[in-house]
């Protein structure tokens, strides 16, 4: 990369400023089901630059830019955390978890962890046997929701109530934001926590180059995204919109044990990511990918069958069907506690979807047969 500093000029749009919230951001635990206090920071962060808001019953928040207009296009992403819920108390006050979306039963042993209870946060450490305890060798029994526990230092089931914790809390890991080799931003569910930080940096750029757009914009930062697309399916319903555009991550591929030939060749800081899918509006796409070239924005592409996986399905499926695109941003380690994404990336996406935007009209008929 460095190599090539010459030739590409980058010029940053993430600013220190809003660099300290996207730290605080992320700093604040949001698991699936219970993200409000983070929409509550992020809807502090966007009210600057919007007219006006809406959050719904779930708690997915909306920033909204000319609310009278008639046609409305979306730009979302997902607020929710992976983390997990205490599922098994025993008798010698160890806890035995289920996942809250895809959390990584891998990663867990040894890492240190937040329990939400309503008394605060509990401290606790996902414990393991010792190297030298471990039996079987080559042979190794790997770690499993059957034989991973949280530790909380309780030697009863009544001491671990007695701190407030009970079946149905949730836990999350304490790790947190930085910045790596000054290139990266490093931290626990960047997916897709950075997708809301970015449109909210969309709207930051609108209302400072004084942009006025023909429609309404709607910037929508879901819920339960990491259980099933859940927050998007409401919000789509209750908004109606003409268009929308989805953020979220992708792999990034070029690190040890994932296979290019399934998973596609991607990489962190070669770029935004456009989707090729059924569910993904051919027009709609067109359009980004034609404003990544006009504007000198680098890109890669992926192609994934059916739907994407992502909330683009759930807006595209949604009121007799809605054209959707997709923005990925390339990420390595997902749903580990030290997700990376590239700096550049992130610039990257804001502009493409700012310049998208300035692109679309009002009216705008991307269906592909037009009537005749
Ligand atoms: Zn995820």
Known sequence: ???????????????????????????????????????????????????????????????????????KVVIEAHADEISWFVNYITNDGLIYVIRNGGSDHQIAPSKRVNIHTDKGIVKAVFGWPAIHTRQGGEKEEAPTLKNISIDCGCTSKEEVENLGIHVGCVITYEDEFMVLNNRYYVGRALDNRAGGFMIAEVARLLKENNIKLPFGLYIVNAVQEEIGLRGAEMIAHHIKPNVAIVTDVTHDTSTPMINKIVQGDLACGRGPVVSYAPAVQTNLNKLL???????????????????????????????????????SLPLRYMHTTVEMIHKEDVDNVIRLIYECLLNIEAGQDFRYIKNR
């Open 1 to 71: 990369m460095a190599k090539n500093k010459a030739e590409t000029t980058h010029t940053p749009v993430v600013t220190d400023k809003s660099l300290e919230f996207f730290e605080r951001y992320i700093n604040n635990p949001s698991p699936t089901g219970f993200e409000w206090k983070g929409q509550e920071l992020w809807l502090d962060y966007l009210k600057p630059y919007i007219d006006d808001y809406y959050v719904d019953n779930y708690g997915t928040a909306v920033g909204i830019i000319n609310k009278d207009a008639e046609y």
């Open 289 to 327: 990918v034609e404003t990544a070239q006009k504007n000198n924005i680098p890109f890669q592409r992926q192609a994934s069958s059916r739907s994407t996986g992502t909330d683009t399905d759930a807006f595209a499926y949604s009121n007799d069907g809605v054209p959707s695109a997709l923005i």
